[in-house]
């Protein structure tokens, strides 16, 4: 089995599980603190992704590429070169950031997101800077040597010390004020980064072939072509993220301004704004879990098989990947459409936000294309390209929200579109531009197949809901989710969607169910 396809399935599982967790997370918030609650929560953690992206500065990509080139050629010097180099920008940006952040806090939650609640949950998330910047070098050393495993185990870690502390804090500081709870809910998530941190240091130190203080500073002073070479990557990189970062600090204040506008009143735009991102929007992003999987192995195996100039195993990996997003996000855009009511209702206790699943789910198939195809970008050295990608789909996003959603007839609805029309337009870009730089074969049979299967089984799920509706609504949800999957699968073995060879990939059970399928 290929480092690809092994660190893909590891990461796969990982994501699963964590993902599975953090939706209990935001259960178990949206129990004890409501949708006024969950509006704080996410008004303020764009403002943390905004400085953990700072500090970062884009170089996990630019590690695991370079290390990944540098890992095939059997270079250990400019590996620690690399990680030395990585650690002393990131620790000095979050020691610059971290009491920005503390300081600048009361201004941002006063007159920018307009609600003084936020304070405190800005405050509560300001430690974690400098805690994520010393593990994502790690992570990107890791997934750069195509060993995904102890970036695997960091996230499950963290999603279990966080859930295991979220429900006592925001239960302990409830009593104080809904703000003092979403603060708790920060505060979880702070303890969870902090272990996690611990693994990574822990399997770092038992797996490293130097020693990284050994001659730090004299690495520091002689890395200056070492830092050209990340910043390559590093700058548009961060660039990109910057923009997204940039743009989701921005849309709760657009969003907040707009529908001032248009007559809404700021506790309902914020609940209406939790409905949104904190309800629907992570249902929506649950399967994407699946394609930052494949993005993650497929920066380090692109630019393995370009330092050793294979263009052939560049163009089989990037349609492996965007196949295998297709079929994933197909049925996941199709269960998730069909059970959006019961999924809403059995989570978080109502059904509030399911119109924005039932506008936004059959687009969002856009969305799980844009991580492989930035990543695959980033692996030929197309990170600016990437970066004015983001930004025009950021620009267009805002701006659509502005307009729409000060308008009285679209209010919070004019969000969802501007989101929508933001990342279609980003990843339709990506696409034009990975085709253009690298002519590869469109394999269009692949996609009309899907999006008749897609429509076939969504046909099937509708019908199912009327003929079960005498049972109950978890089981249902189980059963029709069983069934849609099941004649999915089916329909894409008939058509050769799914092939042996990707089945025969799969560990343990591989080998059997590749027999269920064609060459």
Request: some cysteine.
């Amino acid at each position: 089995m290929s480092k690809f396809i092994q660190g893909t399935i590891i990461l796969l599982a990982a994501g699963l599980v964590t993902r599975v967790l953090g939706f209990i997370n935001r259960i178990v918030i949206a129990r004890f603190i409501g949708a006024e609650g969950v509006g704080l929560y996410m008004m303020a953690f764009p403002t943390f992704i905004l400085v953990v992206t700072i500090t970062q500065f884009g170089l996990p990509v630019a590690i695991s590429k370079n290390v990944a080139e540098a890992d095939a050629k059997g270079d250990t010097a400019k590996t620690k070169k690399i990680l030395i180099v990585s650690l002393a920008i990131t620790l000095a940006l979050s020691l610059l950031f971290t009491p920005a952040l503390l300081l600048l806090a009361p201004y941002l939650s006063q007159h920018l997101l307009t609600d003084s609640r936020t304070l405190f949950p800005l405050l509560a998330i300001a430690p974690v800077v400098p805690i994520i910047a010393v593990s994502s070098v790690l992570r990107g050393y890791f997934q750069g040597k195509q060993n995904m495993k102890p970036a695997a185990y960091s996230q499950l870690l963290e999603q279990v010390v966080r859930i295991t502390l979220i429900a006592a804090l925001t239960k302990a500081f409830l009593p104080y004020g809904i703000e003092y709870a979403a603060a708790g809910a920060m505060l979880a998530a702070v303890i969870g980064e902090l272990a996690s941190l611990i693994y990574l240091l822990t399997m770092f130190k038992l797996k490293k072939k130097f020693r990284v203080r050994k001659q730090f500073f004299k690495y520091v002073h002689e890395g200056k072509s070492t830092f050209k070479q990340l910043m390559e990557v590093a700058l548009p990189t961060t660039g990109s993220r910057m923009i997204g970062s940039i743009a989701w600090f921005f849309e709760p204040i657009v969003v907040a301004h707009s529908l001032a506008l248009a007559g809404v009143a700021t506790a309902v735009a914020t609940q209406g704004y939790g409905a949104l991102t904190g309800f629907a929007m992570p249902l929506l992003m649950l399967p994407s879990f699946i394609t930052i999987a494949l993005s993650t192995s497929l920066v380090p195996a692109i630019s393995e098989a370009k330092s050793n100039n294979q263009f052939n195993l560049i163009e089989y990996r990037i349609h492996q990947a965007l196949r295998f997003s297709l079929i994933t996000g197909g049925l996941a855009v199709v269960v998730i459409f069909v059970l959006s009511e019961q999924l809403m209702t059995a989570m978080y206790g109502s059904s509030t936000g399911t119109e924005f699943i039932k506008m936004m789910a059959p687009l969002f198939l856009f969305y799980y294309f844009q991580s492989p195809l930035q990543a695959a970008l980033q692996a030929l050295d197309l990170a600016r390209a990437a970066m004015i990608n983001s930004l025009i789909g950021a620009v267009v996003k805002i701006a659509v929200i502005f307009l729409l959603a000060s308008q009285p007839a679209f209010g919070i609805t004019g969000v969802a579109i501007g989101l929508i029309v933001g990342f279609v337009l980003v990843t339709l870009l990506h696409f034009a531009t990975l085709l253009k730089a690298y002519s590869f074969t469109i394999h269009i049979r692949e996609y009309v197949l899907t999006v008749l299967i897609m429509f076939g089984t969504g046909m099937l799920g509708y019908w199912l809901l009327d003929y079960l509706d005498y049972v109950s609504m978890v089981a249902s949800i189980f059963i029709i989710t069983a069934i849609i999957s099941v004649c999915y699968i089916i329909l894409m073995l008939l058509t050769r969607l799914i092939r042996k060879n990707d089945l025969l990939s799969i560990p343990w059970i591989g080998k059997t169910l590749s027999k269920f399928a064609f060459k």
